[in-house]
Each structure stands twice: as structure tokens, then as C-alpha cells.
Nanobody, 125 residues
Framework: QGPLVESGGGSVQAGGSLTLSCVASGRPYSNYCMAWFRQAPGKRREAVAAIDSDGNIKYADSVKGRFTISQDNAKNCLNLTMNYLKPEDTALYYC???????????????????WGQGTQVTVSS
């Protein structure tokens, strides 16, 4: 296992909810920018939500109002609560970490050094 391990994926019907979790190990991540990305088959990896070391948060427009990112620094855990899921949310979801987390909230995958293996989310209509 790598330093980031995701869990919580699964299959749900449209309108349902899931909460993804990412447990980070190997170093303290309190000074990192942490994020959730997703990648659907045949599509580019895209940022879903990110949180910097000051607690500032950004969401992709497609998930605003439906998804919530949260972080428990004491447990080195990053969560993504997903409500009102849609079939277009179907993807492999990745947790990622980027050092120098105080610079800004990073939404570019190229700025992230550490990645989990991903957890699959499938939403049926």
C-alpha cells in the first residue's frame, strides 16, 4: 500500500449518497493541499474538490452543492461526502496530496505528488 489509501466507493442509484475516505500515512499532511480527483473511462482526470492547509476549499462546478470535502488532521484522514449522485459522477475517485499546501487551493493534477490507488464509484440511473 502507498501513503494514501481510499475507501468507501460502491454502487448506488441516482440520488443516493456515498462517503469516500482517504487515510494518509508516512508523514504529517497538515501542511499539504489535499484533494479528490476522478477519472471516467475515456476522459481526463479532473479535480472534484480540494482543501489547502489553511482550510480553504474549492469545488468543481459540476459538484458544487452536492459534494463536501472535509479533513481530520488528527487522524490524517480526508473525506468526500457525495449527495444527490448522478450517473455522470461514475468514475474512479483518487485521493491526492501536494506539498506546500499554504500556497493556494490546487485543482491541477500536475501539482500533486502523492496519489492513492483509487476507489470506484458507480451511479446507475
Amino acid at each position: 500500500q502507498g501513503p494514501l489509501v481510499e475507501s468507501g466507493g460502491g454502487s448506488v442509484q441516482a440520488g443516493g449518497s456515498l462517503t469516500l475516505s482517504c487515510v494518509a500515512s508516512g508523514r504529517p499532511y497538515s501542511n499539504y493541499c489535499m484533494a479528490w480527483f476522478r477519472q471516467a473511462p475515456g476522459k481526463r482526470r479532473e479535480a472534484v474538490a480540494a482543501i489547502d492547509s489553511d482550510g480553504n476549499i474549492k469545488y468543481a462546478d459540476s459538484v458544487k452543492g452536492r459534494f463536501t470535502i472535509s479533513q481530520d488532521n488528527a487522524k490524517n484522514c480526508l473525506n468526500l461526502t457525495m449527495n444527490y449522485l448522478k450517473p455522470e459522477d461514475t468514475a474512479l475517485y483518487y485521493c491526492a496530496a501536494s506539498p506546500m499546501g499554504w500556497v493556494r487551493v490546487k485543482m491541477d493534477a500536475a501539482e500533486y505528488n502523492y496519489w492513492g490507488q483509487g476507489t470506484q464509484v458507480t451511479v446507475s440511473s
